[in-house]
């Protein structure tokens, strides 16, 4: 699958973590498989450079505990769990520009469900003027009438909060704003994460490669080398995968960052949707039927595919409804709430009729070019996008082998809501 939406695997945990910063991470130490190694590593010595402590403290392990064979002791260290590393799967050593941020899957990392926050919707009193964002010497750019825009002359890592509030407004208006020349990809990745939570709790992806140390990096990674692209149009017609990310989620996520690290010259753009768009160009009769209805969203297909590919799971997987028309907390627009990614049903519905009404909006959203954009990459590129208002697609189209590789910052937002319909001024 070339989709950013169906992750590789999974990470480890190995970072300083403190509670005033990420919570979450406290979550995985108390059950961490770093901890759980520690202690094997104090009962099961397996430096074969130190064969007389090993013998010795096998002894103490058959005095202790006379029922156990050093067999039965030594198959618990090779049940520790497994940690796959791309830098090891590349030799040891790499072309890519931002090693640490190649992923790491570490299958002893685990979470319990998500619990319910409050999300703070810093775009809703931002000051629309945006003298804080687009600064004397910035310079924007829309990439189309209806959706997405480019913006030179920022540096988003030096926003004041004011700046930030204007940022998330924007990008609700916009869809997706495109920031050239920026640092976040050279900062130290603690730093791009206190960036980001200012916008929302981080979300960890429950199955995709991970930073090691850094689960709530999302990353996407191809590294076209292997043979991968050969096998990836075998069977399909196009990769076009139309999703919006982890909708599953009870909060799922707002405003959401993509960071480059590598990118092909040439290909690998990455299409924007815009779900305002798209309702507002259905007729007032389907827009009032649509209101009142919800859909399912599962992350039961995504984690599947990890455990059958070998890959991770985090966290067990979810399954939420959500409005199929919500609103926007800042911007009070509506906007299809759908995706081909996680919407599986709509409530209430017979299974043909589900269907029926489900394909045809998300044909309607894909077809939709006249209220899509499409994203170029180039180094130090930032995309951001409100993922509560669009549905994007990696565009999987270079077979030179160039490596593409992108970190997400995915801020979760408020649980989707709807407001009742309102018929249009004639
Ligand atoms: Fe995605």
Same mark, same amino acid.
């Given at each position: 699958m070339a989709t950013e939406f169906i992750g590789q695997a999974e990470t480890a945990v190995s970072a300083p973590i403190t509670p005033r910063e990420f919570p979450e991470r406290l979550a995985i130490r108390a059950d961490s498989p770093i901890e759980q190694d520690q202690l094997d590593d104090q009962k099961i010595p %397996? *430096?074969? *450079?130190k064969p007389v402590e090993q013998e010795k403290f096998v002894e103490q392990v058959k005095s202790v505990e006379?029922?156990?064979s050093v067999e039965e002791v030594r198959s618990v260290e090779q049940d520790k769990p497994k940690i796959r590393r791309v830098i090891d799967e590349e030799g040891g050593s790499t072309t890519a520009t931002y090693p640490h941020y190649l992923p790491v899957w570490d299958h002893g990392e685990k979470y319990p469900p998500w619990e319910r926050f409050t999300h703070t919707e810093h775009g809703k009193d931002a000051d629309p003027s945006f003298k804080d964002l687009l600064v004397v010497g910035s310079k924007l750019q829309h990439l189309t009438p209806s959706t997405g825009s480019e913006v030179t002359g920022v540096q988003l890592s030096k926003l004041s909060h004011a700046g930030k509030d204007q940022l998330a407004l924007l990008v609700a208006q916009r869809k997706v704003v495109v920031f050239r020349d920026q640092d976040l990809a050279g900062l130290p990745i603690q730093e791009a994460l206190e960036f980001g939570a200012y916008f929302g709790r981080h979300h960890i992806h429950p199955t995709s490669g991970a930073p090691e140390g850094y689960p709530e990096i999302h990353l996407v990674y191809r590294n076209g080398g292997n043979g991968e692209f050969d096998s990836f149009l075998a069977n399909r017609n196009s990769g076009v995968a139309w999703h919006s990310d982890v909708?599953? *989620?009870e909060q799922p996520p707002g405003t959401t960052f993509l960071i480059i690290l590598d990118t092909p010259e040439v290909g690998g753009d990455t299409a924007f949707v815009n779900h305002v768009e798209a309702y507002n160009r259905l007729s007032p009769a389907i827009k009032e039927r649509l209101h009142g209805l919800t859909a399912v969203h599962s992350g039961f297909e995504q984690a599947e595919f990890s455990r059958s590919h $070998? $890959?991770? %799971?985090?966290r067990e997987p979810v399954k939420h409804s959500h409005p199929l028309v919500r609103t926007h907390p800042a911007t009070g627009e509506k906007a299809l709430f759908v995706n081909g990614g996680f919407t599986r049903s709509i409530d209430g519905l017979k299974k043909e009729e589900s269907e029926y009404l489900l394909k045809f909006l998300l044909d309607h959203i894909g077809r939709g070019i006249d209220y899509q954009a499409r994203v170029r990459w180039a180094p130090k590129t930032v995309v951001v996008w409100d993922n509560r208002l669009t549905s994007h697609s990696a565009i999987v189209d270079w077979v030179t082998g160039e490596r593409r590789h992108l970190a997400r910052i995915t801020p979760q937002a408020e649980r989707p809501y709807e407001t009742p319909y309102a018929a249009e001024a004639k």
């Open positions: %397996v *430096e074969q *450079e006379p029922e156990k909708t599953y *989620e $070998g $890959g991770v %799971v985090r």
